[in-house]
T-cell receptor, first 114, second 112 residues
Framework: NAGVTQTPKFRILKIGQSMTLQCTQD?????MYWYRQDPGMGLKLIYYSVGAGITDKGEVPNGYNVSRSTTEDFPLRLELAAPSQTSVYFC?????????????FGPGTRLTVT | DAKTTQPNSMESNEEEPVHLPCNHSTISGTDYIHWYRQLPSQGPEYVIHGLTSNVNNRMASLAIAEDRKSSTLILHRATLRDAAVYYC?????????????FGKGTKLTVNP
């Protein structure tokens, strides 16, 4: 299994541009998550999904959109990029098993908005 | 938002045991205690989790206080590869999503 894969690894955007961060998992996990991590900080949850067709906001959803049309894919869309969205973005997935689940993380996408 | 308290940093020597503490005085009766670590320039990876009893796996041991208000992650023999930021997290099942809330964690330095 490849686990959780993310593309691209790096991206530089100009202010006002849009882009989609891709995330795919091959573990047949129900739950998928998007986090962002600013320098020296912990991760903050942007959006999550509990299954295909179901998404919900996390702690910092403003400026982002998500969709979940398949179990495997959970893309994150940035509309009208702003410098405050400069961060490292991590996608994760988990197979819920009561409360003792484990999240698997991708390698991250480093995004710079200038 | 994080409901745990950890030291900002700790230092250890290679091949010595490391005890990473975590305080979670407001833990609820059904909260699991999770530990993740993040190596430099990588995504977090799962280390261990527990509810009430001490837990062991191939990576580490988790010792949970009897009142569950604190826990300790134990690395039995630190290696240079264990240098990472270690996060102690309580599971948050509000709304049924079981989100993880990451704090700043403890940065572990391992000296050769």
């Amino acid at each position: 299994n490849a686990g959780v894969t993310q593309t691209p690894k790096f991206r530089i955007l100009k202010i006002g541009q849009s882009m989609t961060l891709q995330c795919t998992q091959d573990m047949n996990h129900n739950y998928m998550y998007w986090y962002r991590q600013d320098p020296g900080m912990g991760l903050k949850l942007i959006y999550y999904s509990v299954g295909a067709g179901i998404t919900d906001k996390g702690e910092v959803p403003n400026g982002y959109n998500v969709s979940r049309s398949t179990t495997e894919d959970f893309p994150l869309r940035l509309e009208l990029a702003a410098p405050s969205q400069t961060s490292v973005y991590f996608c994760a997935s988990s197979f819920r098993a009561g409360r003792s689940y484990e999240q698997y993380f991708g390698p991250g996408t480093r995004l710079t908005v200038t | 938002d994080a409901k745990t308290t950890q030291p900002n940093s700790m230092e250890s020597n290679e091949e010595e045991p490391v005890h990473l503490p975590c305080n979670h005085s407001t833990i609820s009766g059904t909260d699991y205690i999770h530990w993740y670590r993040q190596l430099p320039s990588q995504g977090p990876e799962y280390v261990i989790h527990g509810l009430t009893s001490n837990v062991n796996n191939r990576m580490a041991s988790l010792a949970i206080a009897e009142d569950r208000k604190s826990s300790t992650l134990i690395l039995h023999r630190a290696t240079l590869r264990d240098a990472a930021v270690y996060y102690c997290i309580l599971s948050d099942s509000q709304g049924g999503s079981e989100k993880l809330v990451f704090g700043k964690g403890t940065k572990l330095t391992v000296n050769p």
